[in-house]
């Protein structure tokens, strides 16, 4: 994100409307530094800190301190981006309502305060009067849950599947072209896909997170982690993959969802052998894609990057520009 901002800044004043200033920052590693009069973007990048660098910084220290900064930064805007925790979803879930209960808006890319603590998030933003955004949590920067929301209602969305997880689908491909499942989960790592624990990726933890997200925006449902079947890729073995390939079929990790007759939800991840021919069976490398399946137009499919620095970098920008533009809106609406 800070990279964006130190390269976007004057297009984004140009054509959104408004300036990103990063007054502080938070990070394990790094350190945290409060700035009120911003930090300079094009520096943070650039300078290439090393362990607790921020405590070379003015107003800096070697060690985060997130809770302090959270509460106390001059910031409008929170942006969780610290590793997803598919347990408990902390310390993301304090680090959202620190920030909604001090009056600022989130947005995150962190799937577990959605899947785990989202209907209490959602309240607490609503409490506060103050946003609660998480577009990337599901696909990165392509739109899926705004998009849905806003461009479906009352198509009546009666399920799901995708395949939510570009590491795996990355490996799986990488697998086909011969490479074993190791090498392909490092490439995976070096490209930004992967968890900093991959176990997520390849046992389908991820996408477990992802159904549950889905499943309770899309579909009205009230899962938790716990209530979706759960296998991943690594039960897969390199002659399965093969022998897929001999009858014109690909293995693929598929996140789906259901409304049953009786009006429950079933939420599964499972990796399946799809036939060339199937919509989602051609969805290659770190692309993510999910067909819902409505009851006015059929299936409705969207595809396009799932994983990736720049690509989740953009379901913040998109994030704050949804907030951008209801602000506006609701300045405008006051102002009639
Ligand atoms: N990279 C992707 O393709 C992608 C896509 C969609 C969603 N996500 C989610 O977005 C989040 C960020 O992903 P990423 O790829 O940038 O991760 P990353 O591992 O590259 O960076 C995470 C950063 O968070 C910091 N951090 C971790 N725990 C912290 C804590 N307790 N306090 C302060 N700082 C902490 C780390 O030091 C690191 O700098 C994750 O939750 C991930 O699941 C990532
Ligand atoms: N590790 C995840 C990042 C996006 O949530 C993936 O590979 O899809």
Redesign the pocket.
């Known amino acids: 994100m800070t990279e964006l901002i130190a390269t976007k800044s004057p297009l984004w004043e140009r054509d959104l409307g408004f300036r990103l200033n990063i007054v502080a920052v938070?990070?394990?590693?790094?350190g945290s530094v409060i700035s009120p009069n911003g930090l300079d973007a094009k520096t943070l990048v650039e300078a290439n800190f090393a362990k607790g660098g921020f405590g070379q910084l003015s107003g800096g220290s070697a060690e985060?301190d997130?809770e302090a900064i959270i509460k106390t930064a001059p910031a409008d805007i929170v942006v969780e981006?610290?590793?997803?925790n598919p347990k408990d979803g902390e310390?993301?879930v304090s680090h959202c309502r620190w920030a909604l209960n001090s009056g600022k808006h989130v947005v995150t890319?962190?799937?577990?305060p959605i899947a785990i603590a989202g209907r209490e998030l959602k309240a607490l933003a609503k409490a506060n009067t103050v946003h609660f955004e998480y577009e990337?949590?599901v696909m990165?920067g392509t739109p899926v849950i705004r998009m849905a929301w806003k461009t479906l209602a009352g198509a009546e969305v009666k399920g799901f599947e995708g395949i939510l997880n570009?590491t795996s689908n990355f490996v799986l491909g990488r697998m086909e072209d011969g490479l074993d499942f190791a090498s392909a989960v490092a490439e995976a790592q070096a490209l930004?896909?992967a968890?900093?624990d991959p176990t997520a990726d390849v046992e389908g933890f991820d996408v477990r997170l992802k159904v549950v997200i889905l499943a309770n925006e899309l579909l009205g449902a009230n899962l938790k982690p716990e209530d979706v079947s759960c296998r991943g890729i690594s039960e897969l073995s390199p002659s399965d993959i093969q022998a897929a390939a001999k009858v014109e079929s690909r293995w693929k990790l598929i996140g789906s969802a259901v409304r049953n007759a009786d009006g429950t939800i079933t939420g599964s991840v499972a990796p399946k052998q799809l036939a060339l021919g199937h919509t989602l069976a051609g969805v290659n490398g770190a692309t993510n894609a999910v067909s819902l399946n409505t009851e006015l137009l059929g299936p409705v499919t969207v595809s396009g990057p799932g994983?990736?620095?720049i690509?989740?970098a953009y379901?913040l920008l998109s994030d704050i520009v949804a907030i951008h533009n209801a602000q506006s809106a609701s300045f405008a609406k006051e102002a009639a």
């Open positions: 938070s990070d394990l590693h790094l985060a997130n981006a610290t590793f997803t310390p993301a890319t962190n799937k577990g990337g949590s990165s570009g930004g896909y968890e900093a994983a990736g620095r690509e989740t379901a």
